[in-house]
């Protein structure tokens, strides 16, 4: 998991190399003000979402084998919860289709506020857009970078293979 202020993505962007065309469709979403929607990201592609969060209670962990997250926050506010998948248990198995799995147990809840963004590989469990007490809204954009671009290897606990 990586996870830092937008203005210092370079520190990261060796590691995944992305993150420069991330940074470049946050700039176009803001400067434009695009739809919630998919978009194609340079090698990637990403989702401009907007929504309400939920309480930590509604939501599972999830996992994807096949593609990063980069989440990264553009209005409003929420929080998420962080763990490692091997201190989860697995409540719905892979889905190869949709690239997830969902999981329960417990985490590290962060504050997220505009300007901020995290990275979550296959073993980092994420419950994103959630709240503590009170719900709120939030505009944000998710890039899925899928793992076999990447300059370093990746590799799940739980399974042989290494991307």
Do not use: N
């Not at 203005?7 to 400067?31: G, I, N, T």
């Not at 999830?62 to 997250?69: F, G, I, K, N, R």
């Amino acid at each position: 998991m990586i996870m830092d202020k937008l203005e210092r993505f370079r520190c990261y962007q060796r590691s995944v190399p992305e993150l420069w065309d991330a940074v470049r469709f946050v700039e176009k979403v803001q400067r434009e003000q695009l739809p919630p929607g998919k978009y194609p990201v340079g090698k990637a592609f990403a989702f401009v979402q907007e929504g309400q969060t939920r309480a930590f209670e509604e939501a599972e962990f999830e996992t994807h084998d096949e593609y990063l997250d980069v989440q990264i926050l553009l209005e409003g506010s929420e929080m998420w919860e962080f763990a490692d998948k091997a201190d989860l248990k697995t409540s719905k198995p892979y889905d190869p289709q949709t690239d997830i799995e969902f999981l329960t147990g417990k985490g590290s809840r962060i504050q997220m506020q505009p300007g901020m963004f995290y990275v979550v590989y296959p073993s980092d469990g994420h419950k994103p857009c959630c709240h503590e007490k009170t719900p709120t809204s939030y505009r944000k954009v998710v890039v899925k970078i899928k793992i076999d671009h990447l300059l370093h290897q990746v590799e799940r606990k739980d399974s042989k293979r290494t991307w």
